[in-house]
T-cell receptor, first 114, second 112 residues
Framework: GNSVTQMEGPVTLSEEAFLTINCTYTATGYPSLFWYVQYPGEGLQLLLKATKADDKGSNKGFEATYRKETTSFHLEKGSVQVSDSAVYFCALSAGGGSQGNLIFGKGTKLSVKP | DTAVSQTPKYLVTQMGNDKSIKCEQNLGHDTMYWYKQDSKKFLKIMFSYNNKELIINETVPNRFSPKSPDKAHLNLHINSLELGDSAVYFC???????????FGEGSRLTVL
């Protein structure tokens, strides 16, 4: 079946450090891939997405590239800020984006220290 | 204006009670969802409605009953609450065909 695996947290970084959160997926067909972010006490917000192989999603300094050959969608940011502290979820939509039945990874908590 | 709003935000109740959580979206989306987030932050879809019709019903006890009076509202009613129902319940909506979800702030249910 379809599934998403992301690195276990928590991840603790100093401000301005480089961030990578790994995400790999298993899916039939050609899923769309997403990163969502959940700030403390809030609901999830879409951070970025990619709908086909080699697409790069980017937003707020975060980037992720859809790699079909390695079935990965790793999240990166060159210089994190304290305000980036949150839980990050990788997700896939097996319907190629046609359905919202997103399958989420277990989330990775990021803490950025000043 | 809040795009997806849920009430109540917090709910503390005793085992065996019946409770409801309401959700409204003002984004004009056709599709709405209920997700459950457990204490380890794991998110799992429970139900999905498209234009008031049920389209996804995951393996959820039949004590949980969603109701969509119109496409802007999706309520969740839970009968005979159990300790294991304690979680944060998120409502979400999406435009048809995008897979992009807009989430409410969540309703934290605690069953004692």
């Amino acid at each position: 079946g379809n599934s998403v695996t992301q690195m276990e947290g928590p991840v603790t970084l100093s401000e301005e450090a480089f961030l990578t959160i790994n995400c790999t997926y298993t899916a039939t067909g050609y899923p769309s891939l997403f990163w969502y972010v959940q700030y403390p006490g809030e609901g999830l917000q879409l951070l970025l997405k990619a709908t086909k192989a080699d697409d790069k999603g980017s937003n707020k300094g975060f980037e992720a590239t859809y790699r079909k050959e390695t079935t990965s969608f790793h999240l990166e940011k060159g210089s994190v800020q304290v305000s980036d502290s949150a839980v990050y979820f990788c997700a896939l939509s097996a319907g190629g984006g046609s359905q919202g039945n997103l399958i989420f990874g277990k989330g990775t908590k990021l803490s950025v220290k000043p | 204006d809040t795009a997806v709003s849920q009430t109540p935000k917090y709910l503390v109740t005793q085992m065996g009670n019946d409770k409801s959580i309401k959700c409204e979206q003002n984004l004009g989306h056709d599709t709405m969802y209920w997700y459950k987030q457990d204490s380890k932050k794991f998110l799992k879809i429970m139900f999905s409605y498209n234009n008031k019709e049920l389209i996804i019903n995951e393996t959820v006890p039949n004590r949980f009953s969603p109701k969509s009076p119109d496409k802007a509202h999706l309520n969740l009613h839970i009968n005979s609450l159990e300790l294991g129902d304690s979680a944060v319940y998120f409502c979400a909506s999406s435009p048809l065909g995008t897979g992009e979800l807009f989430f409410g702030e969540g309703s934290r249910l605690t069953v004692l």
